[in-house]
């Protein structure tokens, strides 16, 4: 199993960066797929999940400036993030498990994670 999450990297605060997460070794199209984060000093938490039949779930810190969403033919998992704010600085990482929510409940515990990719949301 892998989950590979790429487009990290340094932004002002206001702007916007686009994650991708490629999958492969699991059967993507029964999984739902969630992006958690992780900041210096911090537990992993939740940011987003998204259903099998495309449904978006937000933590509500992130509610209205980021969006989730999958395509299952080419087995991604994409965040788009705008309007980024310096707490948003974090080691974002992409997860499945069975439902949205239990990436929302128990981001510590899920089938399958990925390694993280490097935010940096400058003031």
């Known amino acids: 199993v892998q989950l590979q999450a790429s487009g990290g990297g340094l932004v002002q605060a206001g702007g916007s960066l686009r994650l991708s997460c490629a999958a492969s070794?699991?059967?993507?199209?029964?999984?739902?797929l969630g992006w958690l984060r992780q900041a210096p000093g911090k537990e992993r938490e939740f940011v987003a999940a998204?259903?099998?039949?495309?449904?978006?779930y937000y933590a509500d810190s992130v509610t209205g400036r980021f969006t989730i969403s999958r395509d299952d033919t080419k087995k991604m998992v994409y965040l788009q993030m705008t309007n980024l704010k310096p707490e948003d600085t974090a080691i974002y990482y992409c997860?499945?498990?069975?439902?949205?929510?239990?990436?929302?409940?128990?981001?510590?515990?899920?089938?399958?994670y990925g390694q993280g990719t490097q935010v940096t949301v400058s003031s």
């Open positions: 997860a499945a498990d069975r439902s949205p929510a239990i990436i929302r409940v128990n981001p510590g515990n899920l089938d399958y």
């Open positions: 070794g699991f059967t993507f199209g029964v999984y739902s």
């Open positions: 998204v259903g099998t039949a495309g449904a978006g």
